[in-house]
C-alpha cells in the first residue's frame, strides 16, 4: 500500500471510530456518523428539597419545595423507597394542572388517583388526603403528602423529589432519609 492511501485508511479508521464493514473495508466517515439527537431543553426549576429532610415513624408529612427557579414545574413527585425504583415502592405525585394528587400502582406504573377520596393505597403507604395539599407564590411551590406506611415497608428508606415540566421531563434527586419503624 502506497504511503498516502496508508495515511488517508488510518485517518479514516479514526474518524470512524475505527468501525468497519464485514469484509473488512473502511466505512466512509460520513456515513459511520450518527445523526445527531435534537437537544433537550435545560430545565431549572431552582431548588428542590423535603423537610423533614430525615425522620422516623409509620406516617410521615414530607413537604417538597420548589423555590427560585425560572421554570415552574407541571408536577411534583415523591419516591420513598430502599433504592431509585417506583415498583413496591411509596410514590407519590402532585399534579400542579390539575391540582389531583396521585399513588403510583404496585407495580411502578399506573397511577392511582386520590381524587375526592380520603385515601389510595397500595402495598407499601397509604396516601391520605387530610394533610397533602400544595401551595403557590411568587417564591415557588410547596407540595405536601401526608403517607400512612405499611407494617411490611418497614426499614431504612430514601426520598428522592422530581419536578417535571408537562412532558414529563425532569430527574430524581435524592433529598433525604426516612426510617418506616
Known sequence: MK???????????LGSGCSST????VK???SAA?????AK?????G????APASGSGMEATLRV???AGPQKPAMIWLLINDRQNGGDACYVSRNLVTNDNSLVADPGSGAISLGRQRSVANRRCELLRNGTDSTADASGIVATFHVRFRPGFRGSKHTWVMPTDAVGNGQLKQ???WTVQ
Do not use: I, R, W
Request: charged fraction near 15%; charge should be negative; avoid cysteine.
Open 22 to 25: 464485514p469484509s473488512g473495508s
Open 3 to 13: 504511503p498516502l492511501k496508508l495515511l488517508v485508511t488510518v485517518m479514516a479508521l
Open 65 to 67: 419545595s420548589v423555590k
Open 175 to 177: 433529598a433525604g432519609d
Open 47 to 50: 431548588t428542590v428539597d423535603v
Open 28 to 30: 466512509d466517515a460520513a
Open 34 to 38: 450518527a445523526p445527531a439527537a435534537p
Open 41 to 45: 431543553p435545560l430545565l431549572d426549576f
